[in-house]
């Protein structure tokens, strides 16, 4: 069995036995276990290595950003299901993502609108507060 078998096999039954562990605190006990150097853990395929996003995230988050292909199998899937798993993940890479760079473009569109659209709606209801504060004190029943 080699690395790269061994790396998607931990990955696998962290998946299915520690939903909550670390990438990075995986990375870490799997390169010290093997005696890898950073530069050959970062040439597995399948990795969290150098970014820092993928690091902070937990296996079942990270299954599904870095590996969306897997993601869709694996939630069907039974621990013993392990090759078939593994047999999908020899064909995800490292540049499969869930969400491309145009989603986040058009999802940071879509959160600025929004930001503005709730800045506006803001400023309309202090105003309208302001006038209704007049209007309280310039009506008729109030000055009987």
């Known amino acids: 069995m080699d690395i790269q078998e061994q790396w998607d096999r931990k990955i696998l039954d962290l998946w299915f036995n520690y939903k909550n562990a670390f990438m990075y605190v995986t990375a870490k006990i799997f390169v010290e276990h093997h005696n890898l150097s950073d530069d050959e853990f970062a040439a597995l395929k399948r990795t969290p290595a150098g970014d820092y996003y993928l690091n902070h995230m937990t296996v079942t988050r990270f299954v599904a950003v870095a590996l969306p292909r897997l993601n869709n199998v694996i939630w069907d899937a039974k621990p013993g299901d392990v090759e078939r798993l ?9 540049t499969e993502r869930s969400m491309s760079a145009k989603e986040n473009a058009e999802m940071r569109e879509r959160s600025k609108t929004r930001s503005d659209f709730n800045r506006a709606l803001e400023v309309r209801q202090a105003i309208g507060k302001r006038l209704d504060s007049h209007r309280r004190s310039s009506q008729w029943g109030v000055c009987k």
């Open 86 to 94: 593994l047999r999908v993940m020899r064909k995800c890479t490292n």
